[in-house]
């Protein structure tokens, strides 16, 4: 068997003891018999799986009591427009448009009511994140939204905005369990779970309690996008993904037998330092992304075209760069379309083994074309 390093932006790797785990009970989940894919929704195992994952990230994020934990289908996509029914009592919200998936969740705010772009990265094709210290944020909005980490272009924030006392909605997909974050500050946290936590298909979602909709107010929303109706079951007023609520709650026991969040921060730092290192002193690779608002999951990198002046050149050895990468076992390095060049996802799971592997293989490209 020979596992590569997987930069996938996502779905993308996940920690090799939980893959080996969930391989060991695939067949006979302890003493049912049975997979966790053969298992029923309403079954006593089943039960204390999705228990124990609610309170295993309860514990990891320290979420308050006010909080409920959902765990959603439908992808991130779907939080777009559900947010929107849900949330606008007052039928106006902000949004910081720093990418394409802020774009896109602003775009469904428009079916429900007014949506005002608070600030924008777009001029710079989204490399850094606006100084959000004072946005004109008015009384009658009803949330502020953003995307905190930029998947496709690298960005995080690293300061929340000042929302002057409006709820804060986070899509944190790609940022989601990779440090500690303080839930009191936001009124609803999301995240698609394929990103850095587990496999597609399931979306975490800790929204607070007095923002749920009303038994009024659920009349005029859809049972199946309407919050309401998975707090009221737990999440389970329908089948939900089985076996990806237990992939998550492994992981989550991965994290906390790792030191927490605190302890997967600093292990992100690191590996988020030797590759940015590396950028900020190669002649060859420069990164896209202003230095204060770097992620730490996802770094996008290209040939320097100062150094590299004919576009085509440029062109040819990425691709040459991707293609010799992929040979040597370091795969999925190729940047999003929108942005070109390669983008290193560097989620929880990445071992530093291969960030550094990923540098070595960088410096010896780089010694070889320059
Ligand atoms: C991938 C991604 C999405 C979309 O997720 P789906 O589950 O495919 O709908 C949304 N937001 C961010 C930040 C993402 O990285």
């Given amino acids: 068997m020979s596992r590569v390093y997987n930069f996938s932006a996502g779905p993308a790797v996940l920690p090799e003891e939980v893959l080996k785990e969930a391989a060991a009970e695939m067949l006979d989940y302890k003493g049912t018999g049975m997979s966790v894919m053969e298992m029923s929704h309403r079954s006593k195992p089943f039960q204390a799986i999705i228990d ?23 992808g991130a996509s779907l939080e777009f427009i559900k947010i929107p029914m849900n949330f606008m009592r007052k039928k106006k919200a902000g949004y910081i448009i720093t990418g394409q998936w802020a774009k896109k969740a602003s775009k469904e705010a428009k079916f429900v009511g007014e949506m005002v772009t608070l600030a924008s990265s777009e001029d710079k094709t989204f490399s850094y994140i606006p100084d959000c210290s004072d946005l004109p944020i008015t009384d009658d909005m009803d949330y502020v939204y953003i995307c905190e980490n930029n998947t496709i272009y690298g960005t995080k924030f690293h300061t929340l905005p000042n929302t002057k006392g409006i709820p804060l909605i986070a899509d944190q997909s790609s940022c989601f369990l990779s440090e500690p974050v303080d839930v009191t500050k936001y009124g609803m946290i999301y ?26 107010e659920s009349k005029k929303i859809p049972t199946m996008l309407n919050y309401k109706t998975q707090v009221d079951n737990n999440s389970l007023f329908n089948t939900p993904n089985c076996y990806g609520i237990y992939i998550c709650g492994k992981v989550f026991k991965w994290l906390k037998a790792n030191g927490g969040l605190e302890g997967i921060q600093k292990k992100n730092q690191e590996k988020a330092a030797i590759l940015y ?18 992620s730490l999951m996802n770094v ?67 010694e070889e074309n320059l």
């Fill in 277 to 294: 290192d590396f950028l900020d002193n190669s002649k060859l690779f420069v990164g896209t992304v202003e230095k204060a608002s770097r």
């Fill in 191 to 216: 995240a698609g779970v394929q990103k850095n936590v587990g496999p597609a298909g399931v979306v975490i979602a800790i929204i607070r309690e007095d923002l749920i909709p009303t038994e009024e």
């Fill in 300 to 366: 996008p990198f290209i040939v320097n075209p100062a150094v590299v002046t004919d576009p085509e050149k440029k062109a040819a050895l990425e691709a040459d760069f991707v293609a010799q990468a992929t040979k040597a076992g370091l795969v999925n390095l190729k940047g999003h379309r929108s942005v070109g060049g390669m983008r290193a996802s560097i989620y929880n799971a990445m071992p530093k083994a291969g960030v550094e592997a990923l540098v070595a293989f960088m410096k010896k490209f780089e």
């Fill in 52 to 74: 124990e994952a609610e309170a295993d990230l309860r514990d990891l994020l320290n979420i308050p009591a006010n909080y409920k934990v959902l765990f959603l289908q439908g």
